[in-house]
């Protein structure tokens, strides 16, 4: 079992940047695949980006490509987003989620692949 805390977030003015860091507890997370994912009001949850912890492979949705960077710190048991360049499209709630045994994009392209979630963490880009 895995415990994710997500950390970060706020409200920043478009074109501005934030970062978002995920704390994992629990299993040994070499594994595990960690996605973030994000949920906008009236909208589905998406996969946004997902990194395997052993390798540091990384799958990025095409809608944050250029814009966000993933890493993982395996001695803290931690991942981060970097968001730059935020638009008011990436308004939502960022989850982060982990799964034993899985694909970075079978992770990110299928929700239900995520085993364990955090809480949320909400991101609102506005002027």
């Known amino acids: 079992q895995v415990h994710l805390v997500e950390s970060g977030g706020g409200l920043v003015q478009p074109g501005g940047s934030l970062n978002l860091s995920c704390a994992a507890s629990g299993d040994a997370l070499d594994r595990y695949t960690i996605g973030w994912f994000r949920q906008a009001p009236g909208k589905g949850r998406e996969g946004v980006a997902c990194i395997t912890m052993s390798e540091g492979s990384i799958w990025y949705v095409d809608s944050v490509k250029g814009r966000f960077t993933m890493s993982r710190d395996n001695a803290k048991n931690t991942v981060t987003l970097q968001m730059t360049s935020l638009n008011v499209d990436d308004t939502a709630v960022y989850y982060c989620?982990?799964?034993?045994?899985?694909?970075?994009?079978?992770?990110?392209?299928?929700?239900?692949?995520?085993?364990?979630w955090g809480q949320g963490a909400q991101v609102t880009v506005s002027s």
């Open positions: 989620a982990a799964a034993p045994f899985t694909t970075i994009r079978h992770m990110c392209t299928e929700v239900r692949a995520a085993v364990y």
